[in-house]
């Protein structure tokens, strides 16, 4: 961390504890049998990708899957299942946040939705009080509200023109490889935060 002046952070996996599979099985039992071929932490169709970049709303996402599973399915039912897949936002990790804000520029960087974003939201309530995650960043970049994702090269730019990062002082933490190749190809530092790996207790860790 010597030369690292800018930290940005993914997160799913990252911050919040996350499990795809926990959707695909939810999905399933809606009888979408081939869900895993449809999305994954890997790879997505495209009706995934332009929910994540903005360009269909809530709605027409769920109707869209609402033609995969049936209409008999509801709403609410569709918004569960895709939701399943966001688990606990630990404290320490919002505490290190805290801390880093007080050395680094610090920015949060996800592909995500607005569906997502809700339910995240309401997870930090339940964790912290506070509304949103914007009090622990310097700025926060989702891509359904920026019309780009990772890991394609635009995003990671955006970033740095908005933020006038320079990258080669520039850290950034994903759970995704693809992600990673991506924003080391804008010439930015990158940690993969493999399976098994937490901010807290790998990246962050107190000195002994």
């Keep these: 961390m010597d030369n690292i002046k800018h930290i940005i952070f993914d997160l799913g996996g990252v911050l919040i504890n996350i499990d795809y599979n926990r959707t695909a ?4 039992a809606l009888g979408v049998t081939d869900f895993d071929d449809r999305y994954s932490q890997a790879a997505q169709t495209d009706l995934f990708s332009d929910f994540e970049t903005g360009k269909i709303d809530e709605a027409e996402f769920v109707k869209a899957l609402q033609g995969w599973t049936g209409t008999h399915i509801s709403h609410q039912q569709i918004l569960d299942a895709w939701n399943e897949m966001l688990l606990d936002i630990p404290l320490r990790r919002l505490q290190i946040l805290q801390q880093l804000q007080l050395h680094y520029d610090i920015v949060l960087l996800s592909n995500t939705n607005e569906t997502h974003e809700r339910a995240f939201n309401k997870v930090l309530k ?9 009090v622990f960043f310097d700025k926060v970049f989702y891509s359904h509200r920026i019309g780009m994702r990772k890991p394609n090269a635009d995003i990671f730019q955006h970033v740095l023109d908005y933020t006038g990062f320079n990258p080669a002082h520039t850290l ?3 759970d995704s490889f693809q992600h990673i190749e991506g924003a080391r190809a804008a010439g930015i530092q990158a940690i993969w935060m493999e ?13 002994q």
């Design 195 to 207: 399976p098994g790996m937490t901010m807290e207790e790998t990246i962050f860790r107190p000195k």
């Design 25 to 28: 099985e939810a999905f399933k």
């Design 172 to 174: 950034f933490l994903d």
């Design 126 to 134: 339940e964790v912290c009080g506070f509304d949103n995650l914007g």
